[in-house]
């Protein structure tokens, strides 16, 4: 092709297999690449929706712009890949260079171009495409009703968008769905999509299998309605790295509807993000391994657990920030994802160490299990929670009441209390009490000897008690605070356990 050359077209165009363009740097106008007409651009490969004998048959009686599609024609299912059914293949080894490609719209209102379209294709290699105005610069394969052409090692480097389409936008850069083995490595997008639009996102996929997206950078994605850099949706054995996305509502995002796309042997990773946008990793999937990332300028969260499917993900940087959607309390999201900094974590403390009273004031103590009470001695224990506690949720102890006929702890209203509580000020006021996050009593009862007590958030939102919270006091001030009341003789204090996040 003339690298000074500008061609028009109003129609597809299809590539045939074997095919090397070299461009040059010419540029491609489509006018009107609409749905109704098969979306324009240059198509590689056929199927349903974009079918080359509908097409040749339009251009040889001279109907063209027409619909494209051929109900006859049966593209392979989805999750059935092209690279493990050839029967389906429609062109393969095609490569095209240095290409720009521009859609062009005679009215204000038109939209919905494809610059390059691979339909069941394969071995195909994109290098250094520039795209003006379409709704998807790359389309691989597709997902809608009867239209789900697969395709199988189709590659694009160093793809700009210079605009994207500002009517609306699928995925400015582009789409893989119902695929195997393709990759977007290199892309950009030079200026933003039209905020509030519909969709709006950057790159997305759809039932694939051991895909790549690498090395994007958008400097102002648009807060369209999904403003989404990469959507990773139902798919499996994928890496989305080198991402770098700006004015966003997420950079990164994960989502299923296929449970075949939940499982641990599928994992997903997801390394060196960084952007700037509402949430930087947002997980609506199950079993993603995240790296790294790295929020900058302002954003609302680093993490976003953003519904009750973001379960088994591995997290393996601590996030600046969390938020949290779905229905779930958050305490099941830190049990049900390993996040660094946040790991679940187990305090026990022998009752003997906390013991606020005068030994004394015992009957018997020793170095393991076993503070013996005295009769009419009242008892407090007291533990300062360490400041790398950052959360807890459950606060239990061990405990035996008497039964004695003579030192009976039913009759006599034997008590104990556990609390977790937080200094409300520091102002010098002694007759403040503290704030008890979570506390239980148990009375003793007739009868019964050995017995615990438990303390926990439970069901009330958030399900547990983050230790840097100031609501009701202040922080690094928690303590967790044991009293037994109207003892008798040996009535014991255990072992205490204090379950939270470190």
């Given amino acids: 092709m003339d690298s000074r050359a500008t061609y028009y077209v109003d129609y597809l165009n299809f590539v045939p297999s074997n095919v090397t363009i070299y461009a040059c740097g010419a540029t491609i106008k489509h006018i009107n690449p609409r ?4 979306r324009g651009g240059l198509v590689v490969g056929s199927s349903y929706e974009w079918n080359y ?15 494209t599609s051929n109900p006859a024609f049966k593209d392979p299912v989805l999750q059935q890949y092209l690279e493990f059914n ?5 062109a393969e080894n095609v490569h095209i260079h240095d290409l720009r490609m521009e859609a062009v719209f005679t009215d204000s209102t038109y939209w919905g171009g494809y610059a390059l379209n691979f339909a069941n294709a ?9 795209a003006k105005g379409w709704t998807q610069a790359l389309n691989v394969g597709s997902d809608t009703n009867l239209s789900t052409p697969s395709c199988f090692d189709v590659r ?3 793809t700009i968008v210079e605009e994207p389409d500002l009517v609306r936008t699928y995925y400015s850069i582009g789409f893989i769905s119902n695929s195997t083995e393709c990759e977007f490595d290199g892309w950009a997008q030079m200026k933003p999509m039209t905020d509030g639009t519909q969709n709006g996102s950057a790159v997305a996929t759809n039932v694939v299998d051991r895909c790549y997206i690498r090395d994007g950078h958008v400097p102002n994605l648009g807060k369209t309605v999904s403003s989404e850099g990469v959507l990773l949706n ?27 796309f939940s499982t641990e042997s599928g994992r997903n990773t997801i390394r060196n993000i960084t952007g700037e946008g509402t949430y930087i990793i947002s997980l609506r999937a199950k079993n993603a391994v995240v790296e790294s990332f790295n929020g900058v300028g302002s954003f609302t969260a680093e993490l976003m657990l953003a519904n009750n499917n973001a379960s088994g993900n591995i997290v393996n940087k601590e996030p600046v920030s969390f938020s949290f959607g779905g229905t779930n309390l958050q305490s099941w999201f830190l049990a049900n994802n390993k996040i660094k900094g946040w790991k679940r974590t187990y305090k026990y403390i022998r009752p003997a160490t906390i013991l606020l009273n005068d030994k004394s004031d015992t009957i018997s103590w020793d170095y393991n299990k076993k503070v013996a009470t005295k009769s009419g001695v009242d008892l407090d224990f007291l533990w300062e929670v360490p400041s790398n506690f950052k959360a807890i949720d459950d606060v239990r102890c061990f405990m035996r009441f008497n039964t004695s006929i003579d030192n009976n702890a039913a009759n006599a209203g034997s008590s104990v209390k556990i609390s977790l509580i937080q200094m409300r000020s520091f102002d010098g006021n002694i007759n403040t009490n503290p704030y008890p996050a979570i506390e239980n009593t148990r009375i003793a009862t007739s009868g019964i000897e050995d017995t615990d007590l438990v303390a926990q958030v439970g069901s009330n939102p958030p399900g547990l008690i983050y230790m840097n919270n100031t609501d009701n006091g202040l922080e690094n001030s928690w303590y967790i ?14 072992e205490t356990r204090i379950a939270g996040y470190m």
């Fill in 35 to 38: 749905s109704i007409y098969g």
């Fill in 53 to 67: 004998e509908t097409v040749k048959a339009a251009y040889t009686s001279g109907s063209y712009p027409a619909s």
């Fill in 86 to 90: 050839p029967s389906f293949v429609q």
């Fill in 122 to 130: 394969r071995h195909c290699r994109v290098h250094n495409l520039r």
């Fill in 156 to 158: 694009a480097y160093n």
């Fill in 234 to 260: 139902n798919a499996t054995n994928c890496v989305v790295e080198g991402i770098d996305i700006r004015n966003c509502t997420s950079v990164v995002s994960t989502f299923y509807t296929l449970n075949a």
């Fill in 481 to 494: 605070s044991l009293k037994m009341t109207k003892n008798v003789a040996n009535n014991y204090m255990k």
